[in-house]
């Protein structure tokens, strides 16, 4: 199994940029597509973008297709979200999850492992 930290939260003006990292402890961290998800409140919580074990392959929401990318280190077990163009509507908690299947999982209940998220707010 793999447990998801996340990190690189923070208060941003609107047309800014973060980029969130993913630090996934435990074994065969090549072998979980990953995924990256936010929760505003008073809402549920949506996919924001997915990734597969190789890091090939991508799915984005609409929302942020054209402003977010996500890629994945192997090596260094981590996974990262680079945001741009932030807009105040992207301000949420950020989660980030591993599962076990090999494509990007567009489903939460794809998703086995989860971290705690990190707080992205974005002001007008």
């Known amino acids: 199994q793999v447990q998801p930290v996340e990190s690189g939260g923070g208060l941003v003006q609107a047309g800014g940029s973060l980029r969130l990292s993913c630090a996934a402890s435990?074994?065969?961290?090549?072998?979980?597509?990953m995924g990256w998800f936010r929760q505003a409140p008073g809402s549920e919580r949506d996919l924001v973008a997915a990734i597969s074990w190789s890091g090939r392959s991508t799915h984005y929401a609409d929302s942020v297709k054209g402003r977010f990318t996500i890629s994945r280190d192997n090596a260094q077990n981590t996974v990262y979200l680079q945001m741009n163009s932030l807009k105040p509507e992207d301000t949420a908690v950020y989660f980030c999850a591993a599962s076990k299947v090999p494509t990007p999982a567009t489903l939460e209940t794809l998703y086995d492992y989860w971290g705690q998220g990190t707080q992205v707010t974005v002001s007008s």
């Open positions: 435990g074994r065969a961290f090549s072998h979980y597509a």
